[in-house]
């Protein structure tokens, strides 16, 4: 298995983080040169300078933005493999440290809002799948759909209108508390708990329904045992992979509910940066991003690899 893992996804992941991390960064730094608005005028605005065509250009120079749009990239792609992010063209921060900072942020919402959709879908998938067509399964299919037809934003304000205004119980917005965690980690995570219900039962109910399954309950089997020793393991897998994309797509999109809760986090940071052209915040988020993805994509694999020896032997 060690051999499978160091010479076949690692490898493929690796080789493909080249051309995606190229790709990427060029695509998003063209981009956001060709998007109407201009840095510059941003930040002479933002600083309440006189918005003469002679502060326009000092600016600009500044900025770098007076350079062919190639040796702008260039120059930039020469300075991240030096692990060189720039500076915020708003708050002249060091871009790598306001991202580890406000990645962390991230992290501390997405990883309980990961642990409570385990929590919740494992157990309510199950016992959908396991009570298929009866009563509890009606109401955990009809639950689902019920919290997967709630947008984000629309479920965060709810939540703050019942938790905040009318019962006081939760602050509304902010960081620092762990009382601050409680409404973006359930916004964040109820529309994954949703689809991970339905995700489990489908594929539990495809595993009892396959002749191993039949096999086992014919000599005996207990229910417990069919479902958790026999059935579970195999449904799990196509489970685990979704749930390290959802990881992975949690990370990028919290932006919403960051920016619902005033939460600190990189989602909100990258808004902020592309509705104020900050070139250098936007491409380090945008790369920090591709890396998240290359990276959950390989640990998906080397999983499904540890949990499944059908994939060691097709390799």
Request: glycine residues 6%.
């Amino acid at each position: 298995m060690k051999r499978y893992i160091l010479k076949r996804p690692a490898v493929a992941r690796l080789f493909q983080f080249v051309p995606v991390f190229f790709g990427v960064t060029a695509l998003v730094f063209f981009l956001l040169r060709l998007a109407p608005g201009d840095a510059a005028y941003i930040m002479l605005q933002d600083r309440g300078v006189d918005m003469s065509a002679e502060s326009l250009a000092k600016a600009r120079s500044e900025l770098g933005l007076d350079k062919p749009v190639l040796v702008q990239y260039g120059s930039w792609l020469k300075a991240v493999l030096k692990l060189d992010l720039g500076n915020s063209v708003m708050t002249h921060e060091p871009v790598l440290a306001e991202l580890s900072r406000r990645f962390r942020m991230t992290l501390m919402l997405t990883l309980p809002a990961m642990a409570l959709v385990a929590l919740l879908a494992f157990p309510l998938g199950v016992l959908s799948a396991v009570y298929q067509g009866k009563i509890w399964d009606t109401i955990c299919r009809i639950t689902a759909i019920a919290a997967m037809s709630v947008p984000a934003f629309c479920a965060g304000l709810l939540c703050i209108l019942l938790f905040s205004v009318h019962l006081k119980w939760l602050p509304s917005f902010g960081a620092g508390t762990p009382a601050h965690l409680v409404m973006p980690c359930f916004v964040l995570a109820i529309g994954s708990v949703a689809h991970y219900t339905r995700l489990i039962r489908s594929a539990l109910l495809e595993e009892l329904s396959k002749e191993y399954v039949r096999t086992a309950r014919a000599r005996g089997v207990s229910p417990g045992n069919l479902i958790y020793a026999h059935a579970m393991k195999n449904a799990l897998l196509p489970v685990l992979t979704s749930l390290g994309m959802s990881l992975a797509m949690m990370l990028g999109g919290a932006a919403v509910v960051e920016k619902v809760f005033s939460w600190p986090g990189l989602g909100m940071y990258l808004i902020d940066a592309v509705t104020r052209r900050d070139y250098p915040v936007v491409q380090g988020c945008v790369l920090l991003y591709a890396f998240l993805f290359t990276f959950v994509n390989l640990a998906v694999d080397i999983l499904c690899i540890v949990l499944d020896p059908r994939v060691r032997k097709t390799g």
